[in-house]
């Protein structure tokens, strides 16, 4: 197979392989951002958070892909994709890589809320850990206000 037969396939894994920064295959996730919109990228992103909040909050007691799980599937995606859409001066300071780490961290708990979304209790353990993190990401972000 020579290099043109290989091009499809290095297409997908490049798609495949984008995290962050992309709606490509979250578009409701763009909704979401847009109804947080803020006056800076730091402000969209504690409007996020606190969406996300409330949401995780009405999904406890839920199973499955239930409507509150899928608005904070795609409420994480909003604020993965966020994050990289905050002003350069923002992204400067040291405590913008803390808000990356939280954002990392939302999404090693959001890969465990999604393989236990169909279980109780584990479903609103990971859920109440999911709030715990956006929690200390907006702390974060307040200082970079």
């Given at each position: 197979m020579g290099w043109k037969g290989m091009l499809p396939i290095a297409v997908l894994l490049l798609l495949f392989s984008t995290s962050g920064c992309s709606y490509l295959f979250y578009p409701h996730a763009k909704d979401f951002t847009a109804k947080a919109k803020g006056a800076t990228g730091v402000d969209t992103l504690i409007n996020l958070t606190n969406m996300a909040e409330a949401t995780a909050k009405s999904a406890?007691?839920?199973?499955?892909?239930?409507?509150?799980?899928?608005?904070?599937?795609?409420?994480?995606?909003a604020?993965?994709?966020?994050?990289?859409?905050?002003?350069?001066?923002?992204?400067?300071?040291?405590?913008?890589?803390?808000?990356?780490?939280?954002?990392?961290?939302?999404?090693?708990?959001?890969?465990?809320?999604?393989?236990?979304k169909d279980d109780q209790p584990q479903r609103d353990q990971h859920l109440d850990l999911f709030v715990s993190e956006l929690q200390e990401m907006r702390q974060t972000l307040q200082t970079l206000r």
């Open positions: 406890k007691g839920g199973k499955g892909g239930d409507q509150p799980f899928d608005d904070l599937h795609n409420q994480f995606h604020i993965d994709n966020s994050i990289c859409s905050v002003e350069k001066s923002v992204r400067e300071q040291p405590a913008y890589a803390l808000a990356v780490t939280h954002n990392k961290e939302l999404g090693t708990i959001f890969k465990r809320l999604w393989k236990f």
